[in-house]
């Protein structure tokens, strides 16, 4: 099975802090993807990555940068956390396939509260 | 034309019944339409999911069904259980990155609670 870890299940955190949350996954995905979700909004893609150091904004990205340095870990980073950016964080990978659709294992989200 | 609109926000259906969600979208290039689970404290897994290419798939007591001209697509669970009680996301996809990823824009869920 496919397993996508992040390394917080809650955080919190203040404002104007930098804030890093970590994911993990484990099948040697090339995608990786960071989302929130929010009630009533559903999950808003922040930022993706098709290969190490690739990156490509969502349609959310202001506030947050990422960093893949290496192809199993996909890094969101809060350069200046604000009151706003309180969420629940979701990371998920897929396989690169330019023949099928491969579905999104996701992780199992980290709660963020920025005071 | 990036949205996916998905009804209702909530729904209580009794153990046995059917239970159905809809789901409305605007950009003809989207070309695929998966359907996602959460359960509380879960992150979100792949139900079923369908390309526009057939009007309707089945996997067990789930089923979607797709109009294409109405650019619409709906999840119905059959014999709802109450182990089914979670929240439904439909998406809708377009490929990106020359073909090989897909970037999914999410419906806003759908709370399901199946009453024993």
């Known amino acids: 099975d496919v397993k996508v870890t992040q390394s917080s299940r809650y955080l919190v955190k203040r404002t104007g802090e930098k804030v890093f949350l970590e994911c993990v996954q484990d099948?040697?995905?090339?995608?990786m993807f960071w989302y929130r979700q929010d009630p009533g909004l559903g999950l808003r893609l922040i930022y993706f990555?098709?290969?190490?150091?690739?990156?490509e904004k969502g349609d959310i990205p202001e506030g947050y940068s990422v960093s893949r340095e290496k192809k199993e870990r996909f890094s969101l980073i809060l350069e200046s956390a604000s009151t706003n950016q309180t969420s629940m964080y979701l990371c998920?990978?897929?396989?690169?396939?330019?023949?099928?659709?491969?579905?999104?294992?996701f992780g199992d989200g980290t709660r963020l509260s920025i005071l | 034309q990036q949205q996916v609109k998905q009804s209702p926000q909530s729904l209580i259906v009794q153990k046995g019944g059917i239970s159905i969600i809809n789901c409305a979208y605007e950009?003809?290039?989207?070309?695929?339409f998966p359907w996602y689970q959460q359960f509380p404290g879960k992150g979100p897994a792949l139900l079923i999911a369908i390309r526009p290419d057939v009007s309707e798939k089945k996997e067990g007591r789930f089923t979607i069904s797709f109009n294409k001209s109405a650019k619409q697509f709906s999840l119905h669970i059959m014999d709802s259980q109450p182990g089914d009680s979670a929240t439904y996301f439909c998406a809708a996809s377009k490929r990106t990155w020359g073909g090989a990823t897909n970037k999914l824009i999410f419906g806003t869920g759908t709370l399901l609670a199946v009453q024993p």
């Open positions: 950009n003809t290039a989207f070309d695929y």
């Open positions: 099948m040697d995905h090339e995608n």
């Open positions: 990555s098709y290969d190490v150091k690739m990156k």
């Open positions: 998920a990978s897929d396989r690169l396939d330019a023949r099928s659709n491969q579905p999104q294992h």
